[in-house]
């Protein structure tokens, strides 16, 4: 229930205006009182009217630990070639996982790949001679 604001006469002589109701003024105590709940509401302190998240049950999905990382982009992967002698590089896999490997017979150097980005640098490639 919204609360009444009773007006006082400005002037003597005249009456009061009649009682306004202020729509923004909270309920009084009388009108909710603390231990009503309204029918259709569950107490919130009842565990077994709780019902538990679902669980997921599918199978997690494992890559196997021979698989690729992130592809080079097929723009890239044109364009590149070997630092050492220029020769084309075809894809690879080495030790430590994928590789980009030189075309060469004579140059065969295997370049890694961290995280999708070649690493060509002569310094850190491997030989495939062996």
Excluded at 10 to 30: F, I, K, R, W
Excluded at 54 to 61: F, G, I, K, L
């Amino acid at each position: 229930m919204a609360e009444e604001i009773h007006p006082v006469a400005d002037t003597p002589g005249q009456p009061a205006a009649e009682p306004v109701t202020n729509p923004l003024a909270s309920p009084s105590p009388a009108a909710n009182p603390p231990d009503a709940t309204p029918p259709d509401a569950t107490p919130p302190d009842d565990p077994s009217l709780v019902e538990p998240p679902p669980v997921d049950t599918s199978p997690v999905e494992t890559s196997p630990v021979d698989t690729p990382g992130p592809e080079i982009e097929p723009w890239l992967r044109e364009i590149l070639r070997c630092p050492n002698c220029g020769s084309t590089l075809s894809d690879g896999s080495g030790p430590g996982g994928p590789e980009l490997h030189c075309t060469n017979a004579e140059c065969r150097l295997a370049y890694r790949i961290d995280d999708g980005i070649p690493v060509l640098l002569v310094d850190e490639s491997r030989s495939l001679a062996d």
